[in-house]
């Protein structure tokens, strides 16, 4: 099949007075700085003979000087159809949806920019747009664009994944042992097999959960004799299973969420970063030092644990690491209870709205495991929620579509726009260690 058609290109600018200094030197495209603040345009190419479901790699180059900041000056877009020249307006019944294009830097001053794209029904036309912008000083050189055809890539198949917690107040007595618990969580996972999901998740700390005694004394190893059941029920049905437990490790001991893997052996551990207040923080657990992403057939797998939800940069971070689930095992989230002393009292209200602003602010999709099963629930990127357990039920199941193809109001993609949209630079007390946030000013 034929590559589409180079037609044109031509600069771009919304106002003649914002417009960059452009100039066209055979192959070569420059757009540099006009002096003001309010400079942005640069060029943009349109491609004809384009048929509808075909799949297209379009790649721009530009090499840059005296930029400050690359990632906030250089931008490159696609849009489905033909944009005018001296507009940035996206008009919906002219552009059938639009993509950024995907930078990466592949020399000191160089980056490439590229995206993998599909045309929907009914268009025959893509504009490429480079962009320089917010910049009084610097310049870039673009290089010719390609558009070629290529292979469709592979859909990711959809997920379904089970949370498994019992019903509320099902569990009689108290435990003293972590075989009790084996014994409690064990049947109540085969039963979920028998709806054949690829993923089960269990609440924070299921070996251990409602036994007394220090952590210290309670830790056990993975992987150990306590975790081989759930290693040989993700071996015999061929699925990835998330395991809470109180985890020695040598001297020191962590409060871990274990991926067992459908071989049944231990692709990857979470130990939790931000420990509870009030008695897990000086209980002799050590915190974990990072967000590990999990890699797997299944998809991109990233965890927070309970008290981790309520500091954002958690799932900040596994948003960061390019996951599509964040697991959260939990007993409870303290903005979601009371908020004056006495015995906590469950706010659904605001459990849901924490768990579905995690899901869209990281566009991952929240596997929320609670303890005491009332909020356990599963909640796609963006913000449905999938799966609900008021309590009554010993496992919820959820089929996650990956390949969702969530797009804003006028066309764009709604994970592009999230991550794209952000500007680094200006996030430098996100990480200072003398921040306070609002203690800084306040008395106490």
Not at 58 to 74: E, F, G, K, S
Not at 83 to 98: Q, S
Not at 148 to 162: C, G, M
Request: aromatic fraction near 8%; proline fraction near 7%.
């Amino acid at each position: 099949m034929a590559d589409p058609k180079l037609e044109r290109i031509e600069p771009w600018t919304p106002h003649p007075s914002a417009s960059p200094l452009t100039e066209r030197d055979g192959r070569t495209f420059a757009a540099a700085a006009n002096g003001t603040r309010t400079c942005v345009g640069g060029w943009q190419a349109l491609f004809s003979g384009i048929e509808p479901g075909e799949t297209l790699r379009a790649t721009w180059i530009v090499d840059y000087r005296n930029l400050q900041h690359p990632r906030d000056t250089l931008r490159c877009k696609s849009y489905w159809g033909e944009m005018p020249p001296d507009d940035a307006t996206v008009r919906t019944n002219e552009i059938k949806g639009w993509d950024y294009l995907l930078p990466e830097h592949v020399g000191t001053r160089t980056i490439r920019f590229s995206r993998t794209l599909t045309a929907p029904e009914g268009v025959s036309r893509l504009t490429l747009r480079c962009t320089f912008r917010w910049a009084t000083a610097g310049e870039s050189e673009w290089h010719l664009p390609e558009l070629k055809v290529v292979e469709a890539p592979e859909i990711p198949a959809a997920v379904r994944v089970a949370v498994v917690t019992g019903k509320a107040g099902s569990r009689k007595g108290p435990f003293t042992s972590v075989a009790e618990n084996v014994d409690y969580y064990l049947p109540l996972c085969e039963a979920a097999c028998d709806s054949g999901p690829d993923m089960i998740v269990l609440p924070e700390i299921a070996l251990q959960w409602g036994i007394s005694g220090s952590p210290i004394d309670l830790a056990v190893a993975l992987p150990g004799p306590e975790t081989e059941p759930f290693a040989d029920l993700a071996r015999r049905h061929g699925l990835y299973l998330l395991l809470g437990l109180i985890e020695r490790d040598g001297d020191a001991v962590h409060n871990t969420a274990a991926l067992i893997g459908p071989n049944g052996a231990v692709d990857g551990r979470y130990r939790k970063v931000h420990l509870a207040v009030g008695g897990e923080s000086e209980s002799g657990i050590l915190p974990g030092d990072g967000f590990p992403m999990f890699d797997t057939v299944i998809g991109r797998i990233g965890c927070n644990i309970c008290m981790d939800s309520s500091a954002a940069e958690s799932s900040r971070m596994v948003g960061l690491s390019g996951a599509d689930f964040l697991l959260l095992p939990i007993m409870g989230d303290h903005r979601a209870s009371r908020w004056s002393p006495g015995s906590p009292i469950f706010s659904e209200d605001r459990w849901k709205a924490i768990m579905r602003t995690r899901a869209m602010d990281n566009q991952v999709c929240m596997v929320v495991a609670r303890n005491t099963t009332h909020g356990s629930c599963v909640i796609d990127r963006k913000g449905e929620i999938l799966a609900w357990n008021e309590g009554d039920r010993d496992h919820i199941l959820a089929t996650v579509d990956l390949a969702d193809g969530y797009r804003i109001w006028n066309g764009g993609c709604f994970r592009e726009v999230n991550w794209l949209q952000r500007r680094p630079h200006l996030y430098e007390a996100y990480s200072d260690e003398s921040n306070r946030g609002s203690l800084t000013a306040a008395v106490y």
